[in-house]
């Protein structure tokens, strides 16, 4: 049996983690095995790659580089680990997936959302998401949320976030077969109940 695969998309302080955490728990509550992973991330590599992309220390990555990069995590991320795990049967879920490409180097970096999906389809083939949660919130909300920023793509600024928010839209456009959007300035609960009628109708 082949898993499913969900993703979790959205802009930085929307609330990924933890409802990565509770659609984990209600899935296997309902009897499934899931694997969790992230993106930039996931393997040795990919982790080894996240710091490279999101370290305030050293050269930034120029757009193109910043593209390539994230795509290089991910072939190696859909290649070891979301691959075999879907051909067991697992259900894998991941936080954040080719839509933060298509919106943030896509869109918000002004590459062009077809030309990443271009850099994507070569290695992703049919390997694309059954379900993508795009948790919508203003930026001037979500940056609030955050305690400092962290990492160099949370110290953009305000009009970039506004972007990369304006790209996620456009992606949703380009597949709404797969992708949903969820209002992410509501309470943790909230956001999760209309997660979960998403998840009932997948499973």
């Known amino acids: 049996m ?4 969900i993703t979790i998309e959205g802009p930085d302080g929307a609330g990924k983690t ?3 955490k509770k659609i984990y728990e209600y899935l296997t509550s309902r009897g499934r095995k899931v694997l969790v992973t992230r ?3 996931g393997t040795a590599l990919g982790e ?3 710091e490279v992309l999101l370290s305030l220390a050293g050269e930034s990555p120029v757009p193109e ?6 795509a290089a995590s991910r072939a190696q991320l859909i290649k070891n680990v979301i691959s075999p795990a879907l051909l067991r049967g697992t259900y894998v879920l991941c936080d954040r997936f080719v839509d933060s490409s298509l919106a943030y180097q896509g869109w918000a970096r002004g590459l062009g959302i077809e030309e990443i999906l271009g850099i994507n389809r070569w290695f992703i083939g049919e390997l694309w998401p059954d379900l993508t949660i795009l948790l919508d919130i203003d930026p001037e ?7 400092r920023a962290r990492d160099r793509l949370e110290k953009e600024t305000l009009e970039f976030h506004k972007r990369v928010r304006e ?3 456009k992606v949703r456009e380009i597949f709404p077969e797969r992708i949903v959007a969820v209002d992410a300035s509501r309470s943790p609960e909230e956001v999760f109940d209309r997660i979960s009628a998403y998840i009932r109708k997948m499973l």
Do not use: D, M, N, W
């Open 48 to 50: 080894k790659l996240r």
């Open 2 to 5: 082949k898993g499913k695969f």
């Open 167 to 169: 790209g996620f839209l």
């Open 65 to 70: 580089a910043e593209a390539l990069i994230y």
């Open 39 to 41: 993106e930039p991330g």
């Open 18 to 20: 933890t409802q990565v």
């Open 141 to 147: 909300v979500s940056l609030k949320r955050l305690e």
